[in-house]
């Protein structure tokens, strides 16, 4: 990494950003090989967790980092998950008005997703991400090694987003991930790569088609606006990625109930996340009528009306230029969620 | 405005933002008329004063405008000086990672400086602005009819940056403020009218170079660096305007005294602002060291050194490509402000 610091993200001070549980693991090691190496560097550390993705935690980062004496020429390298890779990046993003930012993402959901777009943000008490800003890193640096930390939930949670790839725009590599869902889930390390990079081709296809998610990106939110709406719901306690599990089988129901999306879609979609070990059902105890409300106050409103991202059939997105999202009426939301 | 809104910031709601004072004389009145005109529009107010432009304030506008169910396509319209348009514009910018911007600048200041550039930002303990981002308005309405309402020593703090502009920029900007002081200082109509678009011209210049002030965009800066410093060891008492009146004389001096700056131009601007109305000497009982050190969390700081945007001569900016600003070392500083 010093090397590729020096020549990709000059820098006379880094800022290694990252949460209480991977600074003992990478980013305290990290920083002092920089030090060795010449380099100017310290860790700031917030405590691990989505509930700390917040607008306190992003004001002490950046009131740290300004104690520290670390200037316009600063760089901050965020080390950690997607919660880490967020929440850094909105603190190189207001940071002085930006500073350089380099993502070292340490969970696969991170390396797949988080890490790759340019989104930034913490949430607030109205729901996840509302306030953020788009802030590209110089690079993203992505060791899958350091998956050998992380937890097995964590690992699943990551495969949501890889089985979601799949569905809006690759039904041979969601084929793929089935097929070899027990090397998959073994981590065995020809797959894992095979598995990322295919991922980030797809994110970063779409991505760089649209980097301000004013069309066709927002194909990437299939299963986020009921996922969002679990997560909020369950007090964050569903973590990510089974969030979005939940809600792309949500929302693949709903698309078959719109006449969207093709017929059977829903249940092979629900398979395929079952064979990767993710949950497909509801949370017990979530009522339908509060979950489809709490959609109401996702960034994909428009209009007063919730718009989702669906699917056409496995593998294509649902959709034309400039119409990339569907409205879809509260009532049927309502309906498809008590079924 | 309904009419250049409707065709430049199309949105479905309008979130103007204003102070407390500025509310009821404009923004109030600009909120029924939209409505009258069909539009979708709410007024969200904060205390008026530079020490709400702060995190808190950004939070609680921004979790205002999440409650009245604003969503990615509202606009917001800052109307007010430039503490408004700085804390409206981060609003702006970090609303659901950016949504489009209107300004209506209602001080001379706003007018000239803070409306032009897309800077947009906070304070906070450790100075000013330096949480932000830059973010661009759809575009800027200035109409100098509002001036009537702007109390005097807000109008002359205005009249600092356009002291600044022609010191930096022109000249002969300059010597006519100096000449007409009798009517700029009484706000005739055509005095007012020109000295309002030359200055936005230079600023636009400079602005449209170097969008994200790497270079010569810094010139920008004259009087700031110890203008800063004066406005924060003063509890913000002293008004930005003054500060930067005084900070330019200071500058000029230390320009001198480092032989980057022509002699006798600390003298000439000093008369030129005295002209003008505006103060030239440091605050009583302002210690020298102090305030040395405290420019040393500005963003203009780079490898521990602070960097200071001198002046060759009236109308020109010292420097060339690549080296728009000077380091100088904190003992030369205090000398001068202890002189």
């Known amino acids: 990494l010093p090397t590729v610091l020096r020549s990709h993200a000059p820098a006379h001070h880094f800022a290694i950003i990252s949460d209480s549980n991977v600074a003992p693991l990478y ?8 030090v060795r190496d010449g380099l100017r560097s310290d860790v700031f550390i917030f405590e691990a967790g989505e509930p700390n993705k917040t607008r306190a935690s992003w004001a002490s980062l950046t009131d740290a980092m300004l104690a520290a004496g670390i200037g316009r020429d600063g760089c901050v390298i965020a080390v950690g998950g997607g919660v880490t890779t967020d929440l850094a990046g909105f603190v190189a993003a207001t940071f002085m008005r930006g500073i350089s930012l380099v ?15 340019g989104k930034t943000g913490v949430d607030s008490p109205a729901g996840k991400n509302l306030v953020g800003a788009f802030h590209f890193p110089r690079f993203v640096a ?5 998956l050998r930390t992380l937890p097995d939930a964590d690992y699943r949670a990551g495969l949501a987003e890889a089985v979601k790839h799949g569905a809006i725009a690759d039904a041979s590599y969601m ?7 027990v090397a998959v889930l073994r981590r065995d390390v020809g797959f894992v790569d095979t598995l990322i990079l295919r991922s980030i081709e797809i994110k ?55 006449g969207v999306t093709l017929p059977g879609t829903a249940s092979t979609l629900q398979r395929a996340l079952e064979a990767l070990g993710l949950p497909v059902a509801l949370p017990p105890g979530l009522d339908p ?10 960034k994909k409103v428009r209009s007063n009306l919730v718009r989702y991202a669906l699917v056409a059939r496995l593998g294509e997105i649902a959709g034309t230029e400039g119409a990339w999202t569907h409205a879809v009426a509260t009532d049927r939301v309502v309906a498809t969620l008590g079924a």
């Open 27 to 34: 980013a305290l090691p990290l920083s002092d090989r920089l």
């Open 103 to 117: 993502l070292v993402p340490t969970s696969l959901l991170a390396m797949i997703d988080a890490s790759i777009g």
């Open 142 to 146: 992505v060791d899958p090694d350091v």
């Open 175 to 181: 084929n793929w991930l089935v097929a070899n869902a």
């Open 204 to 258: 970063a296809a779409l991505v760089s088609r649209d980097e301000r998610e004013a069309g066709i990106r927002a194909a990437l939110n299939f299963g986020h606006t009921i996922g969002h709406a679990i997560e909020r719901l369950s007090n964050f306690t569903v973590p990510h990625g089974h969030a979005v599990a939940i809600g792309m089988v949500v929302e693949a129901r709903l698309g078959e109930a719109e």
């Open 289 to 298: 009528l509060r979950l489809a409300q709490a959609t109401g106050s996702d």
